[in-house]
C-alpha cells in the first residue's frame, strides 16, 4: 500500500508538471510540508520525490529542497509519417542489417542498436529456481520431446494471461515456437505463396524483410504515424489494388517508431482483412510493456472469424535465450501445426517447463511491474539527454512503452556513416534506411533505451551528438 500510496503522489505532482501548473524551475513544497498536505509519512513524502527525481523531472539542490527539472513539454517535435509507395518491392537483404548487428553481443560497446532487455532488468535468480524445479519435475529431466503443440502448463498459463489483452482463449488454441520470429515464420508461410505481396508497416522491423525474403515474397510499406500506427484507410485501398494476401503489424509500441495504434483502428483494422478475407499478422511480442495505467488490448481480441493470427514470445520480457515464442493462428491452426512438425518437430523441452512454472506462480506480474517501470524512467531519461545534447531541428518519438526511440535528424545527416564514425568510439545504433526497403530514412535512426541510464549512456548520447553537430 506505501509504494502504491507514493506512486499516486508523484504521479499527481507529474500531471502539474506536464499542464505546466508547476513551471521548470520551480520550488516544490518541502518534505514536510508534502507530508502534511497529503496525510503521508515523511518517508512516502521521500519516496514520492525519489520516484520523480528518477525520472529525471525534478533535482534536488543542496539546502535548498526540490526543484522542476524538465517537463514533456520540452520534447523535441514527433517525425512525420512517410508517403505511400507505388508499388510493391521486391525484397534484398541488406549488407548493412548484417554489419549493424555484427556487434549485438559485444560488451564494450554501448549498444542503442540492439532493441533487447539488459541482464539487469530479466528475473534471473528466479528464472535459475524454475529451470531447477523444471529438471526436478520433468520425466527425464527434459531429455524426451515436448508434444508437438507445446508444454500444457505453459499454453494453460499463456491462456489465463490473454485476459490482460482482452482475450478469451484457451490452452487449445496455443502452439508453441521457438521464439516469435518462429512464430512469425510459421504463420506467414500458413498465409502465403511465393510471389504473394504482404503489408508491412513503414519503417518496419528489418527482420520482417529477411523473412519475406526467404519466403519469396513481395513487400507493400503501409505509411505508418509516429504515434497512431498504421494508416487504415491507404491500407484499405491498397488491399484489392495490390492483391495484399497477408499483412504482418505490430500495433503495440511497434519497431522501430514505438507507435501504438488505438482501440478503435484496431477493431477497423480487423473489419478490413475481414472484408477482404485476408490474413493479419499480429506481433504483440511488447505488448506487456506498456507505461499506462492498462495493458492495451490486442487486435486478436476482435476477430470473429479467425483471420489474425497473433504472435508473441517471452524474449523481450523474461529470457531471450530461451527462445520461448506461441501464436494463437485462428483459422490456419492446422496448416501451422503442420508446418511446425515439418519444420522442427518440437519446441524445446525445460524452458518451456520453466516459464510455465514461472507464470504459474504469479512471478511474472510482479516482474513486469518493475521492467515496465524502469523502461518508462529509462525513456524519459534519453528522451531529457537527447533534448540536451542533439541539434534543435532532431524529431523523436514518445513510445508508451517497449524498448526503442525513432529519432529523425537533419536531412544533410547519413545515419549509416553516423554510425561508422559512432562505432569507433564504441558506441553502435541503428540506421533508419535498414527499416525499409526503399532509400528512405537516410537521416533517421533507432535508439534502444533498454539499458538502464547512467554516465556511460549520458556520455554516449552527448558523444553522438557533437557527431551529429560535425555532419551538418
Known sequence: ?????????????????????????????????????????ISTAFQAYYHLENKGLIEPRPKSGYYVKFSSKRLLDVPKPCKPMKKASEVSTSEMIVEVFHN??????????????????????????????????????????????????????????????????SEDDIIITSGCMDALTLCLSATTQPGDVIALESPAYCGAFQLAESLGLKVLEIPTHPKHGVDIEYLDKAIPKFKIKACIFVPNFNNPLGAQMPDENKKALVDIINKYDIALIE??????????????????????????????????????GYRVGWTVPGKYYDKVLRLKLNHSIATATL????????????????????????????????QQAIYEYFPEDTC??????????????????????????????KISLAP?????????????????????????????????????????
Open 351 to 382: 524452458p518451456q517447463a520453466a516459464i510455465g512454472y514461472f507464470l504459474e506462480n504469479g512471478r511474472y506480474e510482479h516482474h513486469l511491474r518493475n521492467m515496465r517501470k524502469a523502461l518508462h524512467t529509462q525513456c524519459l531519461r534519453y
Open 104 to 169: 549485438m553481443t559485444s560488451e564494450d560497446i554501448v549498444r542503442f542498436s540492439v532493441a533487447a532487455p539488459p541482464d539487469i532488468l530479466l528475473p534471473g535468480a528466479k528464472l535459475t529456481k524454475a529451470m531447477m524445479h523444471a529438471m526436478r519435475t520433468t520425466p527425464n529431466a527434459g531429455a524426451n520431446y515436448e508434444s508437438l503443440q507445446g508444454n500444457h502448463n505453459l499454453r494453460l498459463q499463456i491462456a489465463r494471461q490473454s485476459i490482460n489483452w482482452g482475450g478469451a482463449i
Open 396 to 425: 523523436i518519438t514518445r513510445p508508451a512503452g517497449g524498448f526503442v526511440l525513432w529519432a529523425e535528424l537533419n536531412p544533410a545527416v547519413n545515419t549509416f556513416e553516423l554510425y561508422e564514425a559512432a562505432l569507433k568510439r
Open 432 to 472: 533508419g534506411r535498414i527499416f525499409s526497403l526503399q532509400d528512405r530514412y537516410n537521416n533517421c535512426m533507432r535508439l534502444s533505451f533498454g539499458q538502464p541510464f547512467n554516465k556511460r549512456i549520458n556520455d554516449s548520447l552527448k558523444t553522438l551528438g557533437k557527431l551529429i553537430q560535425q555532419s551538418l
Open 1 to 41: 500500500m506505501a509504494e502504491h500510496l507514493y506512486i499516486q503522489v508523484a504521479e499527481r505532482i507529474e500531471q502539474l508538471i506536464e499542464k505546466e501548473v508547476i513551471k521548470i524551475g520551480a520550488k516544490l513544497p518541502s518534505v514536510r510540508t508534502l507530508s502534511k498536505e497529503n496525510g503521508i509519512s
Open 283 to 320: 506481433d504483440d511480442i511488447y505488448g506487456d510493456l506498456y507505461f499506462g495505467k492498462h495493458r492495451p488490448i490486442n487486435c486478436k481480441s476482435f476477430d470473429k472469424n479467425g483471420n489474425v493470427l497473433l504472435c508473441n514470445s517471452f524474449s523481450k520480457s523474461i529470457a531471450p
